[in-house]
């Protein structure tokens, strides 16, 4: 399977900010063609790519003032390269973070969920998430947290990963944010997903219900929102004019848009 990915946008950028871009394709990935410009009024723009702590990469541009254009595509294959596993990086992924208060809402997992154990406690929490919560992008904000949407049981694909990941680590389960390009997702744009390290290994699942895990393609992975935003600045301002997504898999000639409904939910999977 072969999957196709694309990121069109422009910012309007103040002169001399500093724009750091989260978009090109996880390297763990087996890319097979891939291409990304800054164009500025025509001309390219100069860009420093830099490894994330994750291993992602990481774009960083410094423009002028104006209109900055941004083109990426990429075609990903199969598999993914293993990723090595280190006690320290699981660590990281059972604390509380910014977004995914799992001390806040520890006593609440523990009545939910206490005596389940790998896949059958991601299962259980997964269910929990997606029918507690409403997707509703007009009922959420940037900086909600997982408290605040189990508050408000309102939110988008990010607000449903925090409250997985909280929940997950409140049961002493590591568990990241993913932000990734997702085949098949309608409306298409980027997208966030879980993963929990159930049964010594890495294991996606996706609370939304809105995508085939198995399709997904990794941009980033942290411990929350704010360490996978597909752009942040310093010392001035950016402001986002136009943005288009799209993610595919390719048979042939033929394009495909996987169906979430054709994925069984109650196996474990991993992003490939």
């Not at 410094?62 to 595509?73: D, R, T, V």
């Amino acid at each position: 399977m072969t999957r196709l990915v694309r990121c069109s946008m422009v910012q309007e950028v103040d002169p001399q900010v500093d724009l750091i871009f989260s978009i090109a394709v996880h390297p763990s990935h087996r890319i097979e063609s891939e291409s990304l410009t800054f164009t500025m009024a025509g001309e390219p723009v100069d860009a420093r790519e830099l490894i994330n702590v994750d291993g992602g990469r990481l774009h960083r541009v410094i423009p002028n003032a104006g209109l900055l254009e941004i083109e990426y595509q990429a075609t990903v294959g199969h598999p993914a390269a293993a990723e090595p596993i280190t006690e320290t990086g699981l660590m990281q992924y059972q604390r509380p973070s910014r977004y995914a208060e799992s001390d806040v809402l520890f006593r609440h997992a523990r009545s939910l969920f206490t005596g389940l154990t790998g896949s059958a406690l991601l299962n259980a929490v997964a269910e929990y998430v997606n029918t507690t919560l409403t997707y509703s992008p007009a009922n959420t904000t940037p900086t909600d947290s997982a408290v605040t949407t189990l508050n408000t049981q309102h939110g988008v694909c990010r607000d449903f990963s925090h409250l997985t990941i909280a929940l997950l680590r409140a049961m002493d389960v590591p568990a990241r944010y993913v932000a990734c390009y997702a085949p098949g997702l309608v409306p298409m744009d980027f997208h966030a997903v879980t993963e929990a390290f159930v049964d010594g290994a890495w294991h996606v699942v996706d609370t939304t219900g809105l995508t085939d895990p198995t399709a997904l393609v990794r941009i980033s992975s942290g411990r929350d929102a704010a360490d996978c935003a597909f752009l942040t600045f310093h010392g001035g301002s950016a402001r986002l004019k136009r943005m288009r997504i799209d993610a595919w898999v390719q048979q042939g000639e033929e394009r495909i848009d996987p169906s979430p409904l054709a994925f069984d939910r109650s196996r474990l999977a991993r992003i490939s």
